[in-house]
């Protein structure tokens, strides 16, 4: 069976295509199901994997952010369960759900030999329905799930979930282990590089010694990864501000910097870093 129970009550099925993981979480009253893969298609797999763990049907859909690759099941997942079945996210992510879906089926439409065309266009896009600002608990009779926007990292939207009494966190893409990445983690086209940081300070003040973090890609981690990931990304952080502060352009950042990982993973980074730093903090010319 594809899902491996990893604590109690905690099942994470590991997809080959992205490496993407699917979660699900059992209580009293039924199942929650975290990120539901990337096309309609591939969720009806998920949704048997689901089933096949045999114990309740699934009560509400949780999307940890609003890239295709984590929501693009959200339509099977309602034709399967419902279409009262909640699917839950940040405001932010919701608002963005649709755009980004369009963005990365245009993406497909032109990539006329990927294998997973067809089934990428093909797919409906459904947001979440159910959403909140900052946090949420969802009652699963017998135990709680808290869904956390610790801030801005991965995208505007992230969330983590935690399980408290099984000392689990789901961390969506704030996380990356994946080896198809070589564990760099997604900085994309809508990323915050200066706000991840101390976006992963707060996640990892919800984590104990012993916790299991579930990254959006790849396998299981603790929380000394978790801070080595963040001290990373924090070293891009303060690259950039350093850069900019020195008047470095932005088009020469990339090459003058000292990174932590490879330059062509952080060109979206470098961009978005620039811009979103205080007028006061940069120095001309930018260009």
């Not at 893969?37 to 999307?63: K, T």
């Amino acid at each position: 069976m594809p899902f491996a129970e990893i604590a109690d009550r905690v099942w994470v099925a590991r997809y080959p295509w992205f490496d993407v993981n699917v979660t699900a979480v059992g209580g009293s009253r039924g199942l929650v199901v975290v990120d539901t893969h990337s096309s309609s298609l591939v969720a009806r797999e998920v949704v048997a994997d689901v089933r096949a763990i045999g114990v309740g049907e699934v009560v509400a859909v949780v999307n940890t952010h609003e890239h295709f690759d984590h929501t693009f099941g959200n339509a099977t997942f309602r034709e399967e369960y419902g279409a009262g079945v909640p699917i839950h996210a940040t405001d932010e992510a919701a608002a963005r759900t649709i755009e980004a879906g369009e963005r990365i089926k245009r993406d497909y439409d032109a990539a006329t030999d990927d294998p997973h065309r067809a089934e990428v266009l093909a797919t409906t896009i459904v947001p979440a329905d159910t959403t909140f600002s900052s946090a949420l608990a969802l009652d699963l009779g017998d135990r709680t799930v808290e869904l956390v926007h610790p801030g801005r990292g991965h995208t505007g939207g992230d969330i983590v979930v935690r399980i408290p009494d099984a000392d689990v966190l789901l961390a969506g893409d704030l996380v990356e282990e994946s080896a198809l990445r070589s564990a760099v983690p997604g900085f994309g086209a809508d990323c915050y590089p200066m706000e991840w940081p101390p976006t992963l300070d707060l996640v990892t003040a919800l984590l104990s010694g012993s916790t299991v973090v579930v990254p959006g890609h790849g396998a299981p981690v603790d929380r000394d990864f978790v801070q080595e990931q963040r001290s990373a990304i924090g070293v891009v952080a303060e690259t950039i501000r350093d850069l900019a502060g020195r008047g470095v352009p932005v088009g020469q950042a990339l090459e003058v910097g000292d990174w932590p990982y490879p330059e062509e993973e952080l060109a979206h980074a470098v961009r978005r870093g620039y811009a979103h730093l205080p007028r006061t903090g940069r120095h001309l010319p930018l260009i």
